[in-house]
């Protein structure tokens, strides 16, 4: 939607009130508050056209309006453009681990997560470079099948499956093929590996095999203790309640199994810029009351991961913005020295 220089103001204005009242935001505060210049009616006459245009909407006829993820995805591409040049400066005691990077990443997420009140995740560097070297899939008995995983970092990971019927020797030649020729060279927590295994031109025998196997490969990552370095767990879980988000269980779960936020990471990954997904532009359902702000850190030219936060959609994102920027800055600065 095109928006003229005033109903931008009205959509900045709805979404900063709304960010840090968390009440719904009406035509009479708007006109009171702010200096519009023009009568009430022209600020209601604005909001219903931005609600026609899917940036707002309103709990129920009398209330005030609310932003939409739309809306807040409207607002934080105009802040980031804004705001480029102003990274804020996230205090880390980076001296104790000037020559351990876990330790630096550990340390990140701590100061971030207490800077911003949101979890804050890092990935770390040696995740970002992996790639599945060779998979190998052996019919152990007529109907066990194990699947090893090479990775490009020497990683060998083992997993046994049982199926209740035999397994045809044909299709494990297949699997064993069939995966190598989509997923070597394949990242690690990718979308790649998630379409290769479940690929339309498929038949269905083929697709449900290899859908017993999929756990082999999130396995690989699970299994990197050093993968995500994670804090604010409570204080996203706390948020959340606050604002009254649904399926807070189905949050704690992903959490825990961390392979969908490594996808959501690994995007991230590829962009030059601050990275952003809003509602439900995050995949998975249990994160869709959340937004994630996320920006790379690494050496010369080379990006070799993302700091983080993930919040509630209703989140101050100019703080959130600046404070991941100025971390990802700070950790860059402390690898240039120490590489």
């Known amino acids: 939607m095109a928006l003229k220089p005033r109903q931008e103001r009205v959509l900045r204005a709805v979404v900063e009130e709304y960010i840090a009242s968390g009440s719904p935001v009406g035509s009479r505060y708007l006109s009171e508050r702010y200096g519009f210049e023009v009568a009430p009616s022209t600020i209601r006459s604005d909001l219903a056209q931005l609600e026609e245009g899917g940036l707002l909407d309103h709990p129920h006829t009398s209330a005030g ?11 934080v591409d105009l802040l980031v453009v804004e705001r480029h040049e102003a990274p804020a400066a996230v205090e880390l005691d980076l001296q104790k681990v000037r020559s351990e990077i876990d ?16 979890l804050a995740i890092v990935s770390s560097p040696a995740l970002t470079s ?10 152990l008995q007529s109907a066990a099948v194990m699947v090893v995983v090479i990775t490009s970092s020497g990683r060998v990971t083992k997993r046994v499956f049982h199926l209740p019927t035999r397994i045809d020797e044909g299709l494990v030649e297949f699997a064993r093929v ?6 070597a060279g394949c990242q690690l927590g990718t979308r ?3 379409s290769a295994l479940a690929a ?18 999130r396995v690989v990552v699970e299994q990197d203790p050093g993968a995500l370095h994670m804090d604010g767990t409570s204080r996203l879980l706390e948020r959340l309640s606050q604002q009254g988000a649904r399926n807070l269980n189905g949050v704690v779960a992903l959490l825990e199994e961390r392979y969908n936020l490594l996808e959501v990471l690994a995007e991230a990954l590829r ?7 809003i509602g439900s532009e995050l995949g ?4 869709q009351a959340c937004s994630l702000v996320a920006a790379n850190y690494g050496v010369g030219n080379r990006s070799l991961g993302t700091v983080s936060v993930l919040g509630p959609t209703r989140m101050d994102y100019e703080r959130a913005i600046a404070a991941v920027r100025g971390a990802a800055g700070g950790l860059s600065s402390l690898l240039e020295e120490i590489w």
């Open 65 to 75: 309006r609310v932003p939409t993820d739309a809306g807040y995805r409207h607002y």
């Open 103 to 118: 330790g630096a990443l550990d340390e990140t997420a701590d100061a971030l997560s207490r800077a911003t009140e949101l």
């Open 130 to 139: 992996t790639t599945i070297r060779h998979v190998e899939v052996l019919r």
């Open 178 to 183: 069939y995966l190598n020729e989509r997923l």
């Open 192 to 194: 790649l590996i998630e």
């Open 200 to 217: 339309p031109e498929l038949g269905a025998k083929e697709r449900a095999f290899l859908d017993v196997l999929r756990p082999a490969f």
């Open 271 to 277: 962009n030059d810029d601050v990275y952003l997904r």
């Open 284 to 287: 998975p359902p249990s994160l």
